[in-house]
């Protein structure tokens, strides 16, 4: 009697206590909730896609930094229920060490693949395996986390699978690279129909399938769309680029109209087809990306599920108000457009922190609770402080600023370093500095370094620092191992050519034997040309004071 006399008691307590915990669970805000349930992740990374090539800009405030002819309807809805961030950067100015990366969390500089040819990379056969991936972060905090890469790879990761992507389209005799943008499979030059140009189409039917799986069997999912488009081989839908055609047309005052026939037309109307194929182009990626995110709507998964959109580099087409473009170290080749949307972040809204896309991992682990410490060698940081408070987020420090370390051998060699506002660049060949604030002057039109000697001092002690920290590589080891690289192709193209030379002497050789080995021969010299003139260019390279 006494026991039930007590629970009888406390009832009341207990059902107020229940009340109260009820309560707090609904105030709590969005990103607290996202704790409770694994959140999922989206990204969708475009290719070569510039600043203000979409129809959005960046900047709100500043509606001229929109692209005036193209149409990028479903980003910029994307943009109204998320974050768009104006000082977001890609790792490097072209796609492969930016690609790698995204993944590790790390500077390119660190993560050991610095350039597309990456020489001293391949040379020193430097691991990516030893590296932890984003997908292998998150299997790490939430085994039931399902993850898949599906698109444009990263060749010196090799096969996605090995760096924990349960489900991936790399069904071809190579990983995926920017070639499975330009045929359906590289290795037999077989064609991708002309309905699914640049695979966008292709690449939202694997995805939106992928996505139904997910609301089917419930489990969190962390998947990348990987566009091959807008990178060249420009190719577009035929309606969609009359579409293009037309305006054009218009807007030029060309009677008649333009036809959809590049090679037919003059140089000002093949241009004009140039342009509109590319515009074309990017608005078949937007489709593209609409009948993804319009499936994650649909079938339940939006409200919890953090999609980023961003670029692994720069355009090559103009980007203003910016400098450069693609391969180039100047904010026209580093800065992209970046949206983010997701649990608790506020509508239709803009950060003006610069972030890099090497946070993603950190920022990804914090989201998603994981309990599993982070590798120590990480350069990113969590961006959760911005995503929930916007420019009101305070970001933890970061140790080595912004560090974009290019020393190419095939275009000029830069190194360059964003601490607060100001941007320095070092070309590598001269030692030369220039200095830029680009939190006003995002154009780097006033160049600083004369007139502040002392910020130069600091920024270049400190990028020194990071850099042999790091390992980071030299552009003398970088000019001396291409030299060493082509100077072995050479003697390999003499080799076949003096052997070929000498088959083609012999007596009785059948006609197909000839015709064989003189196809051979041909082949041989044609490479010997070509690496005889890599040789020259690389001297010419060694030597260039160029800044662009």
Not at 234 to 250: D, G, M
Not at 397 to 402: A, P, T
Request: contains cysteine.
């Amino acid at each position: 009697m006494g026991e039930k006399k007590s629970m009888y008691v406390f009832r009341p307590l207990i059902i107020l206590v229940n009340r109260c915990l009820i309560a707090l669970i609904f105030c709590l805000p969005a990103a607290s909730l996202s704790r409770v349930k694994a959140p999922n992740f989206v990204i969708i990374y475009a290719d070569d896609l510039g600043y203000s090539q979409l129809s959005i800009p960046m900047m709100k405030e500043k509606p001229e930094y929109a692209h005036p002819l193209h149409q990028t309807p479903n980003i910029a809805k994307l943009a109204k229920r998320g974050m768009r961030f104006s000082s977001a950067y890609a790792p490097s100015p072209v796609c492969t060490p930016s690609r790698a990366s995204i993944q590790f969390g790390m500077t390119t500089a660190r993560v050991g693949c610095i350039s597309i040819h990456d020489v001293v990379m391949n040379k020193r056969r430097i691991d990516m395996g030893k590296n932890v991936s984003i997908a292998e972060m998150i299997k790490a905090a939430n085994k039931n986390h399902v993850t898949a890469f599906f698109g444009k790879g990263c060749t010196p990761m090799g096969w996605f699978k090995d760096h924990g992507y349960d489900v991936t389209d790399f069904n071809h005799k190579h990983p995926n690279g920017n070639a499975h943008g330009d045929w359906w499979e590289p290795h037999t030059k077989t064609p991708i129909p002309d309905k699914d140009p640049k695979r966008v189409f292709s690449l939202a039917k694997t995805s939106v399938d992928f996505l139904e799986k997910r609301a089917e069997d419930k489990k969190p999912f962390f998947l990348t769309i990987s566009h091959y488009a807008v990178h060249v081989r420009n190719s577009s839908l035929e309606k969609t680029r009359k579409k293009y055609l037309s305006i054009l047309a218009k807007e030029n005052g060309i009677d008649g109209g333009i036809s959809d026939n590049k090679a037919g037309e003059s140089n000002n109307l093949r241009s004009l087809w140039e342009q509109a194929n590319y515009a074309a182009m990017m608005e078949d990626m937007d489709t593209s990306i609409g009948l993804v995110l319009d499936k994650l709507k649909a079938v339940g998964l939006e409200e919890n599920t953090y999609v980023i959109f961003s670029s692994d580099n720069g355009g090559g087409n103009q980007n203003p108000p910016l400098q450069g473009g693609k391969a180039k170290m100047w904010e026209g080749g580093l800065r992209v457009p970046m949206i983010v949307a997701g649990p608790g972040i506020e509508a239709n809204s803009q950060c003006d922190h610069p972030v890099a896309q090497w946070d993603y991992l950190t920022t990804m682990h914090d989201l998603v609770g994981s309990e599993v410490p982070l590798p120590k060698n990480l350069d990113g940081i969590s961006l959760r402080p911005v995503f929930e408070k916007g420019n009101a987020g305070k970001l933890a420090k970061r140790e080595s600023g912004f560090i974009f370390h290019f020393p190419a051998f095939y275009t000029t060699p830069i190194t360059a370093f964003r601490l607060g506002d100001y941007k320095l660049m070092r070309q590598l060949n001269t030692g030369e500095i220039k200095l830029f604030n680009v939190a006003e002057d995002m154009g780097e039109s006033k160049e600083l370094s004369k007139k502040m000697p002392k910020k130069v001092k600091e920024m270049v002690l400190k990028l020194d620092a990071y850099l042999m920290r790091v390992g980071a590589w030299s552009i003398k080891e970088v000019y001396d191992t291409r030299q060493e690289e082509l100077d072995g192709w050479i003697r390999q193209d003499l080799k076949r050519i003096t052997e070929t030379r000498k088959k083609l002497t012999e007596q009785d050789l059948k006609i197909e034997t000839k015709s064989k080995l003189k196809t051979g021969m041909q082949k041989a010299l044609q490479n010997s040309k070509r690496h005889q003139k890599g040789l020259k260019e690389l001297e010419r390279q060694r030597t260039s004071s160029d800044w662009f």
